[in-house]
């Protein structure tokens, strides 16, 4: 398969170095989705390699419908340490919502409670807002996903509403529903403003 033609562009933080997806990353990808704990409230088990195979695939189509969003991976002293995703809004229900943005992230569980997953979400809602010229900036979890949550909270996204899928079926905690945060551009900037 050809990589996809990337516009997305490499970030950095204090830790992290962000590099945009590419197919030579597969490897890596299949190292976070094997582990059962990281996919506990994704999709309950961990992923064949046939399934990550997949989801790399869909990874790389994130990056073309909007220039600058996708994927990026993220490296400490070259380390792997897990991935960020700006998904353009509406685009997996066939229907892009222009301006706006869903944030994701995925982390190593041996890199867990160190800041990384705030960090690098932080760098990349500025690269949407600032760069990007994004409108707004959302997250969706499980209400049962505390430690997405509180990343999202942590970054300065704020609690919209809890809302359950159609599908009859799920993770752990699935009938509890999910939740949305959301921050405006507005509200980053005043954020940025008030230090
Ligand atoms: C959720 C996840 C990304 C958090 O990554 P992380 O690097 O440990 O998060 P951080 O170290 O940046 O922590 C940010 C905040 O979340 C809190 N936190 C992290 N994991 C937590 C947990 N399991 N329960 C409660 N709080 C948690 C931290 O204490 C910190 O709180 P603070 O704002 O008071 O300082 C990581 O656990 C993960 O990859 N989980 C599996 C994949 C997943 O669920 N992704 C989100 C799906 S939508």
């Known amino acids: 398969m050809q990589?996809?033609?990337?516009t997305q562009t490499p970030l950095q933080t204090e830790r992290i170095r962000l590099e945009p997806l590419i197919e030579e990353h597969f490897e890596l990808e299949v190292e976070l989705d094997s582990d059962p704990e990281v996919m506990r409230y994704l999709t309950g088990c961990a992923r064949t390699r046939e399934q990550v195979q997949h989801a790399h695939e869909m990874r790389l189509?994130?990056?073309?419908?909007?220039d600058g969003l996708g994927f990026?991976?993220?490296f400490v002293e070259d380390e792997f340490v897990g991935w960020w995703m700006l998904e353009p809004a509406g685009w997996a229900e066939g229907e892009l919502v222009p301006g706006e943005v869903e944030l994701g992230f995925r982390m190593l569980?041996?890199?867990?409670?160190?800041?990384?997953?705030?960090e690098g979400a932080g760098e990349v809602m500025r690269h949407a807002f600032?760069?990007?010229?994004?409108n707004?900036?959302?997250?969706?979890?499980?209400?049962?996903?505390a430690g997405s949550q509180a990343v999202s909270r942590h970054i300065g996204l704020r609690y919209v509403?809890?809302?359950?899928?159609?599908?009859?079926?799920?993770?752990?905690?699935?009938?509890?529903?999910?939740v949305e945060y959301s921050i405006t551009a507005d509200e980053w900037r005043a954020a940025q403003a008030a230090g």
């Not at 990589?3 to 990337?6: S, Y």
């Not at 600032?130 to 994004?134: F, I, S, V, Y």
């Open 72 to 74: 990026w991976l993220g």
């Open 136 to 145: 707004r900036l959302y997250t969706y979890t499980m209400a049962v996903n």
């Open 61 to 66: 189509e994130t990056a073309r419908p909007v």
């Open 109 to 118: 569980r041996r890199h867990w409670r160190k800041g990384l997953a705030s």
């Open 130 to 134: 600032e760069d990007l010229g994004m």
């Open 3 to 6: 990589n996809v033609a990337v």
């Open 161 to 178: 509403r809890t809302f359950h899928d159609e599908d009859e079926v799920g993770p752990e905690g699935f009938e509890q529903g999910a």
